[in-house]
């Protein structure tokens, strides 16, 4: 049992980057964590003009610890071609 003091919800920052598929559509490439939003939005933002990279998010979720569930995603930043919010 949790005290009510203790922190029960942890923020994830993730950078998620895309390849094109042949045929089209986009696939997930890379996905890091990061301690801050500024560094997942700069490292999305770096990894956009990658070569093969054809688009980056940096977004936030919210994971409570004492079910496991997780929100859905809050965008911090988007570069290039990127699904849409719906396909989340």
């Not at 560094?39 to 004492?66: F, K, N, P, T, W």
Request: proline share 2%; net charge negative.
């Amino acid at each position: 049992m949790l005290d009510s003091d203790e922190v029960t919800e942890k923020t994830h920052y993730i950078c998620q980057t895309y390849l094109a598929k042949k045929g089209g559509g986009l696939q997930v490439d890379k996905l890091l964590q990061y301690t801050s939003a500024a560094q997942a939005q700069e490292r999305a933002e770096r990894e956009s003009r990658a070569e093969g990279c054809v688009g980056a998010d940096a977004y936030m979720l919210i994971e409570d610890a004492g079910s496991g569930e997780v929100s859905a995603p809050t965008f911090l930043a988007r570069f290039g071609t990127v699904p849409d919010d719906d396909d989340y």
